[in-house]
C-alpha cells in the first residue's frame, strides 16, 4: 500500500555535503512520522533522525549538528540534509515511514530500498 524510494545517494569527499531525498506513495495517514536509518557494512542498523508530521524533529548523537531533517507534506516526501560529512558516515541510508492506522497494533512501518552513500577522498 505505502511505498518510499530513496534518492540523492553518491560518492563525496570528507567534508562535503549531500541531500537525500524519499518520495512516498500510497494511503499514507497524515498522522505520521519519517525518518533516516544507515547501515554499514558488517554493522546494524541505526537510527539517524526521525520528524513527525508537525514538524517536531530528532537526531541520533553523531549526527548532531551536521544533518538536517525536513520534510514536503504536500508533495509526500522527506529530506536529509547531510553537511560536513566523515568516513564513518558511509553507509546506505534507509527511508522510513511510521503511520498511525485506527485498529491494533495502531501504526505502521514501512521501508524504503536504501540508497548508497560513501564518504571518501
Known amino acids: 500500500q505505502v511505498q518510499l524510494v530513496e534518492s540523492g545517494g553518491g560518492l563525496v569527499q570528507p567534508g562535503g555535503s549531500l541531500r537525500l531525498s524519499c518520495a512516498a506513495s500510497g494511503r499514507i495517514n497524515s498522522i505520521n512520522t519519517m525518518g533516516w536509518y544507515r547501515q554499514a557494512p558488517g554493522k546494524q542498523r541505526e537510527w539517524v533522525a526521525t520528524i513527525t508530521n508537525s514538524g517536531r524533529t530528532n537526531y541520533a548523537d553523531p549526527v548532531k549538528g551536521r544533518f538536517t531533517i525536513s520534510r514536503d507534506n504536500r508533495e509526500n516526501t522527506v529530506y536529509l540534509q547531510m553537511n560536513s560529512l566523515k568516513p564513518e558516515d558511509t553507509a546506505v541510508y534507509y527511508c522510513?515511514?511510521?503511520?498511525?492506522?485506527?485498529?491494533?497494533?495502531?501504526?505502521?512501518?514501512?521501508w524504503g530500498q536504501g540508497t548508497q552513500v560513501t564518504i571518501s577522498s
Open positions: 522510513n515511514i511510521n503511520h498511525w492506522i485506527p485498529t491494533n497494533p495502531y501504526n505502521r512501518n514501512y
